[in-house]
C-alpha cells in the first residue's frame, strides 16, 4: 500500500484535477490522505466531495481521506510534516494540490524503488525522485525538464544537498523505513522544507535514486507557494540578485541550522566519522567570521551548483 500524502490550503482552483490524476493512476494500491492546513475557500468541501463519491464507488485497493488541522500550521513544511505521522503503508508520497499526475507516475517510480530495495534491502532508508515537465496555470508546456529549467543537478553529494536542495517534493516515494525516520521530526521550524530534509536524511542514512523522467505536470501560477524560473535567463539572475546578501545570507544559515537538527536526530546513527565531522562543522558556520565560511566552502565542496551560484555563495556567505 502507497500513501499519497496531500498538504492542501486554498487550493480549489486546481485541487480536482489533482485528485482526478491520482484517481487515474494505473497502480491500484493507495491511499490519498488530504489534510487541509484551515482554507477559506472551497478547498475542503471539493476534496471531502470527491472523498465521498470516489471511496462508495471504488472497488479496488483505493482509498480516499480527508483531514482538517485543528489549527493552522501555516506552511507547507508544518503541514506535511504532520501528514508523515499518518502514514502506515508500505511507501509514502508527497503531492502538492496544483499539479497533474501521469497516469504511470506511481507505477514508474515504484519500479525503481522496489530496484533500490532489492539491492540495499528494505530496512534502509530509501527514496526515489524524479524530473517534472514545468508548465503553465493552463497546462501548457513552458519546460520538458524542471532540472533543466533550473540548472540543478539530478544527483548530488551530501555535501552539496546540505547547502542547496535538488529533490522535488511532489516525485518524492519514500520506503517506510524512510518516513518512520522523517516521523521523529518535532521541531519544523529548524527545517527549511519537507522535501529538503527528506533527501538528507535519506543520503545520511540510506540512499537516494533519480528516475531521469517528467512524471508531473509541474503547474505555475500567481499562487504557487514554491516554484520554478528559468535559471539560465537574466531576469532569474537579475532577481535573485534584488533579494540582496541579507536575504541571500539567511537562507544560507538556516540550511546550517537544519543541519544541525540533522545531526541532532539521527548523530547516533552516523558511523562514519567524516561525514559526522562535515556536518557538525557546518553546522557551526553561523558562529564563524566571513572568511572563515568561504574557506571551509570551497576546501569541504559545500557549494552551491553553478560557478554564478557558487560566486555569490562565497562572496555573499
Request: charged share 25%.
Amino acid at each position: 500500500m502507497i500513501d499519497i500524502l496531500m498538504a492542501t490550503y486554498n487550493g480549489s482552483l486546481y485541487i480536482k484535477e489533482q485528485i482526478d490524476s491520482i484517481i487515474q493512476q494505473s497502480c491500484n494500491e493507495w491511499c490519498l490522505i488530504i489534510q487541509d492546513d484551515l482554507s477559506d475557500d472551497e478547498t475542503v468541501k471539493i476534496a471531502n466531495r470527491m472523498a465521498e463519491k470516489f471511496n462508495n464507488s471504488c472497488t479496488d485497493n483505493k482509498e480516499i481521506k480527508v483531514f482538517v488541522n485543528q489549527k493552522p500550521y501555516g506552511g507547507a513544511a508544518g503541514n506535511f510534516f504532520s501528514l508523515l505521522q499518518r502514514a502506515t503503508g508500505d511507501y509514502a508520497m508527497f503531492s502538492d494540490q496544483d499539479d497533474v499526475w501521469h497516469p504511470d507516475k506511481i507505477q514508474k517510480t515504484l519500479q525503481l524503488m522496489k530496484k533500490i530495495e532489492s539491492d540495499f534491502g528494505c530496512d534502509t532508508p530509501l527514496l526515489v525522485y524524479t524530473d517534472l515537465n514545468v508548465v503553465n496555470s493552463k497546462l501548457e508546456l513552458i519546460s520538458e525538464s524542471f532540472i533543466k529549467y533550473m540548472k540543478v543537478p539530478p544527483q548530488v553529494s551530501l555535501s552539496r544537498l546540505l547547502i542547496q536542495n535538488s529533490v522535488t517534493g511532489c516525485t518524492i516515494m519514500m520506503n517506510k523505513s524512510l518516513y518512520m525516520q522523517l516521523q521523529k521530526v518535532n521541531d519544523v521550524s529548524r527545517i527549511i522544507m519537507h522535501d529538503h530534509f527528506a533527501a538528507l536524511t535519506a543520503n545520511l542514512l540510506g540512499h537516494v535514486a533519480f528516475l531521469p523522467e517528467s512524471t508531473i505536470d509541474y503547474r505555475q501560477h500567481a499562487m504557487n507557494s514554491v516554484g520554478a524560473s528559468n535559471a539560465g535567463s537574466l531576469t532569474y539572475m537579475w532577481r535573485r540578485y534584488r533579494r540582496g546578501k541579507k536575504i541571500f545570507r539567511k537562507d544560507l544559515f538556516n540550511s546550517m541550522v537544519q543541519a544541525g537538527y540533522l545531526l541532532e536526530l539521527y548523530g547516533s546513527s552516523i558511523s562514519d566519522e567524516n561525514t559526522r565531522n562535515l556536518i557538525y562543522k557546518y553546522s557551526r558556520m553561523t558562529e564563524k567570521d566571513k572568511l572563515t565560511r568561504a574557506r571551509f566552502y570551497c576546501s569541504r565542496r559545500v557549494l552551491k551548483f553553478g560557478f554564478i551560484r557558487a560566486l555569490m555563495q562565497i562572496i555573499w556567505g
